[in-house]
């Protein structure tokens, strides 16, 4: 097992697909895909591709640290109390344990994410 891992920005395999609860969901359908590539420490640290289409909902961290890097689309994340930051295709950014706040995809997004889970 290597411990050099690649992200394929666009896998060749079917992804997993999924959608918001019901009471994460804001306005909008958005559906999500996602193209799990590794996972490592007992599953602590996941990494891949995911993909989301328009729409609003709630993102709520809990205990885990996200990276991500935003490949094509855009965004917008507004932290509970803050104001809403744009991020754009070449864009990065870390939501940190504890981040609270809401997630609109206004142009079909997709991302490379590093989760590390406590």
């Known amino acids: 097992?290597?411990?050099?891992?690649?992200?394929?920005?666009?896998?060749?395999?079917?992804p997993?697909?999924?959608e918001p609860l019901p009471e994460q969901l804001i306005s909008g359908s958005p559906s999500f895909k996602t193209w799990a590539q590794d996972a490592s420490k007992a599953d602590k640290v996941l990494t891949g591709v995911w993909e989301a289409t328009p729409g609003e909902s709630h993102s709520i961290k809990g205990t885990t640290y996200e990276f991500c890097h935003i490949l094509s689309g855009v965004?917008?994340?507004?932290?509970?109390?803050?104001?809403?930051?744009?991020?754009?295709?070449?864009?990065?950014?870390?939501?940190?344990?504890?981040?609270v706040g809401i997630w609109r995809t206004i142009e079909t997004v997709r991302k490379i994410y590093v989760c590390v889970y406590d």
């Open 16 to 18: 997993k697909t999924a």
């Open 75 to 99: 965004i917008e994340i507004e932290e509970k109390g803050g104001e809403a930051r744009t991020f754009r295709a070449g864009d990065s950014f870390v939501m940190k344990p504890g981040f």
């Open 1 to 14: 097992m290597s411990l050099l891992i690649t992200i394929d920005p666009n896998p060749d395999f079917a």
